[in-house]
């Protein structure tokens, strides 16, 4: 089974992250996924709207360790990395169609980064967003610093990315990151109500006016994105990553020797 999965529902495009037992963390195919499927969904001629969403109890948890300790030792995966990331960026905010994230689960990492730059976001009441890039040893260039602070100022953004805190469903609409919290056994169904209503809509005007607003986006992707993944690159094979990433992983591997002691 693939790790992006993309579903038909008449002109609505469900695109679902499925790595479920792994709450949806990055893998190597998921992310060359994700950098391509914007542009494939954009080349569809029946496509009018794209819901994504992840399957199981998570959006998506953002990085995965074992692909974390294989970029701080391989520059060129290092580099391709960096280069897939951009095209996540640039493919959801040049995609022509509306994308509507529904956020099943916690949202972290890049899984926030996804969330943010959709263009509108249901989540479920019991989820949350964070995006603690900092906490991990890593600069906060794949969308935080992109995107957030025009959806809830510079300061306040500030503190989100310095601290990496969680941010409930209710803050989260508070905040302007969401549009409204959704009981989450109805998420998904109130995602494709809305995804239908914006697929009746007349597909130039809205596409166009998605472009428009967007500008605000291309200002920020003209100055902010390129210096924002060369710091995290950087960042990527820093001693404070590599020592915090070798403390997790180690933290885990002793938790699983205590339960299978």
Request: with cysteine; charged share 25%; glycine share 8%.
């Amino acid at each position: 089974m693939a790790d992006l999965v993309v579903t038909s529902r008449g002109p609505v495009r469900l695109v679902e992250l499925n790595r479920p037992e792994q709450l949806n963390a990055m893998s190597e195919e998921l992310h060359s996924g994700l950098a391509t499927v914007w542009e494939e969904l954009a080349e569809d001629p029946e496509a009018r709207v794209v819901v994504l969403t992840g399957r199981g109890r998570a959006f998506s948890a953002g990085g995965n360790f074992d692909i974390m300790t294989r970029v701080q030792r391989e520059r060129a995966f290092r580099q391709q990395n960096v280069d897939e990331a951009r095209r996540i960026i640039t493919g959801m905010v040049r995609c022509p169609l509306p994308v509507i994230a529904a956020v099943n689960g916690p949202a972290v990492g890049l899984g926030c980064s996804l969330a943010l730059l959709s263009d509108l976001v249901l989540i479920a009441d019991d989820a949350y967003v964070a995006d603690p890039h900092v906490q991990v040893g890593l600069v906060a260039g794949d969308g935080g610093a992109l995107v957030l602070p025009l959806l809830v100022g510079l300061t306040r953004a500030k503190e989100l990315l310095f601290l990496g805190d969680r941010v409930s469903a209710e803050d989260a609409v508070r905040l302007g990151i969401a549009n409204r919290a959704v009981p989450k056994d109805k998420l998904l169904d109130e995602a494709m109500d809305l995804a239908v209503r914006l697929a009746a809509l007349p597909v130039r005007a809205l596409r166009e006016t998605k472009r428009a607003v967007n500008l605000h986006l291309e200002q920020a992707l003209a100055t902010v994105l390129e210096p924002a993944l060369l710091a995290e690159r950087d960042s990527m094979h820093s001693p404070d990553h590599i020592a915090v990433v070798e403390k997790i992983i180690a933290d885990r591997g002793g938790r699983r020797a205590a339960r299978e002691g």
